[in-house]
């Protein structure tokens, strides 16, 4: 499945969101907006800072519905509140034609619940919601975006969950290989060996 380069981007942008950390202060808040090209835009400020991080929970909300309909509305509910206005634009950067959801003098937190939520609606209308996924390694509570063709992605990028369950799987097997291994082999001692250098002679005067 191939989706609209906007799509995948506010999808991902979405899922960053969801797990990110780093947004202690405006700065970094202006380089994750740099990372996922959310241009043009103002400077954002300290209270921009608040209102996008008060998205995070709106938008793991959807990623935890368990069924269409309430993922239907929490998507409603972020299209409605951000005020969305969606136009096509071409403002340069390699983008090409494609659809602004808000204007540019939209606050930062409508531009980035627009995107998402119409990239969430893409989702649903095409029913690939399937694709929001949770980090199924067993310490982790981050989401992701399955954008594989085969839907086969099963853990996130924010802390190598991945590599980590690989490793985790493959010293089981080694564990439970040398389980089986002692199991089969003899117990020490269980057979009776002759003592080597030692011969079983008659004692002297009991012969014939």
Not at 57 to 70: E, K, L, N, Y
Not at 122 to 135: F, K, P, S
Request: include cysteine; proline fraction near 3%.
């Amino acid at each position: 499945m191939v989706f609209a380069h906007d799509t995948t981007a506010a999808l991902v942008l979405a899922a960053d969101l969801v797990n990110s950390t780093e947004l202690t202060d405006v700065t970094a808040l202006e380089g994750f907006l740099d990372k996922h090209l959310v241009q043009p835009r103002r400077r954002a400020t300290a209270a921009d800072l608040d209102a996008v991080r008060a998205l995070r929970p709106r938008f793991r909300a959807v990623w935890q519905a368990t069924d269409t309909g309430t993922l239907a509305g929490l998507v409603n509910e972020l299209l409605s509140d951000s005020g969305a206005r969606p136009r096509l634009t071409d403002h340069g950067g390699g983008w090409g034609w494609h659809l602004h959801v808000t204007g540019h003098d939209a606050a930062l937190e409508h531009r980035v619940a627009a995107q998402a939520g119409f990239a969430f609606a893409d989702l649903v209308r095409m029913r690939e919601a399937g694709r929001l996924r949770r980090c199924e390694a067993p310490d982790c509570d981050a989401v992701l975006i399955d954008l594989s063709k085969n839907r086969s992605r099963r853990y996130c990028d924010t802390g190598n969950c991945g590599n980590r369950q690989h490793v985790a799987a493959y010293r089981e097997r080694l564990y439970r290989d040398r389980l089986a291994d002692r199991e089969t082999r003899p117990e020490a001692g269980r057979e009776t060996r002759p003592e080597a250098g030692r011969e079983t002679r008659p004692e002297a005067g009991r012969g014939g």
